[in-house]
């Protein structure tokens, strides 16, 4: 059974950093991706970033490209997302995604994601 659990959530001040975890069961990573999602309340959920965990290359969304870096740790089978220079418009529910079928590249197209945690609040503010 497909599992991901996120962690990591916080309230932190502007400018501050935060470390989100993604902590994969029911399969490992490989020839699959994991994507960062958020979402506010009464706004479409929006792609953050994904990583390739077949070869680790990631991709970001504009609006984070810079401050938010991918990552992942086959070992503990777990994603993370560092985030730095965080912002009030950041604050938002952070859910991380599991892609499962063995792709060219992968994106942050929702419809391509098969299993979905339950999601992390990240609010940022003075």
């Known amino acids: 059974q497909v599992q991901l659990v996120e962690s990591g959530g916080g309230l932190v001040q502007p400018g501050g950093s935060l470390r989100l975890s993604c902590a994969a069961s029911g399969f490992t990573l490989g020839v699959n991706a994991v994507g960062w999602f958020r979402q506010v309340p009464g706004k479409e959920r929006e792609g953050v970033s994904v990583?390739?965990?077949?070869?680790?290359?990631?991709y970001y969304a504009d609006s984070v490209k810079g401050r938010f870096t991918i990552s992942r740790d086959i070992a503990k089978n777990t994603v993370y997302l560092q985030m730095n220079s965080l912002k009030p418009e950041d604050t938002a529910v952070y859910f991380c995604?599991?892609?499962?079928?063995?792709?060219?590249?992968?994106?942050?197209?929702?419809?391509?994601?098969?299993?979905w945690g339950q999601g992390t609040q990240v609010t940022v503010s003075s």
């Open positions: 995604a599991a892609d499962l079928v063995a792709r060219a590249s992968y994106d942050l197209q929702e419809e391509f994601y098969q299993y």
């Open positions: 990583i390739n965990n077949d070869d680790g290359s990631p």
